[in-house]
Structures are given as C-alpha cells and as structure tokens.
Nanobody, 127 residues
Framework: HVQLVESGGDSVQAGGSLRLSCAAS????????MGWFRQAPGKEREGVAS???????RYADSVKGRFTISQDKAKNTLYLQMNSLKPEDTAMYYC??????????????????????WGQGTQVTVS
C-alpha cells in the first residue's frame, strides 16, 4: 500500500516562493510516475506537473517557468518548488503516484485517472 504525505504549504505574499514536499512509502517497482495536482475552492481539480522515474517532467502552461518538480530517490520524496507565486495559485495541493507506470507509457498530469494513490493535501494561500 502506497502512502503519500504532503507538507510545506503556507500563506505567502504574491511574488514569494514555497517548496512543497511529498514523502512516499517505498515503491516495489523502480519505475513510477508521480504528479502534483491542485484544487481551489469552487473549482475543479487541475494537474500542475508530473515526473517519471527517469526524471522527465511535464508542466501545465499556467505554472511553466515558475514551478519545478523534482525528486530525491534516496529519500523517496517528491518536491514542487514554486516561485513567483500568484493569488491564482491559491489551492489545496495534492501529491499523487502511479507506482505501476512502465517505461514508454505516458506519465502526465493531464491523466489524473492514471494516479491511483493520493495524499491528503497541503494548503497554499497567496495574497
């Protein structure tokens, strides 16, 4: 059973930075796909970024150039570095994992149904 625990959410002023972390239980497979998603009040969940075990990352246009997804395999931790934050980035941020991803398959935040494991979320508020 995969467990994901997010942390790092906070209240910041516009233009500020935050780094979110997602601690994951160790996957049984060396290949996986992980992603960050967010949901603002009254809005649908949207994908933010994704990364596969090979380190290939994808970003939503709304965060490209401002957010960076990364991973520390030794610590089983996923990160989301968020810079130049805007009020519209305010949302609950969720980490998600697809531990059954295989090399050659699509790993993308645009395919939330592929992610079978989700964390509880961490709140980011930008004012």
């Amino acid at each position: 059973h995969v467990q994901l625990v997010e942390s790092g959410g906070d209240s910041v002023q516009a233009g500020g930075s935050l780094r979110l972390s997602c601690a994951a239980s160790k996957f049984t497979s060396s290949t996986y796909c992980m992603g960050w998603f967010r949901q603002a009040p009254g809005k649908e969940r949207e994908g933010v970024a994704s990364i596969d075990s090979e380190g290939r990352a994808r970003y939503a246009d709304s965060v490209k150039g401002r957010f960076t997804i990364s991973q520390d395999k030794a610590k089983n931790t996923l990160y989301l570095q968020m810079n130049s934050l805007k009020p519209e980035d305010t949302a609950m941020y969720y980490c998600a994992a697809n531990p059954f991803w295989t090399y050659g398959a699509v790993c993308s935040y645009t395919r939330p149904a592929d992610f079978g494991y989700w964390g509880q979320g961490t709140q980011v508020t930008v004012s």
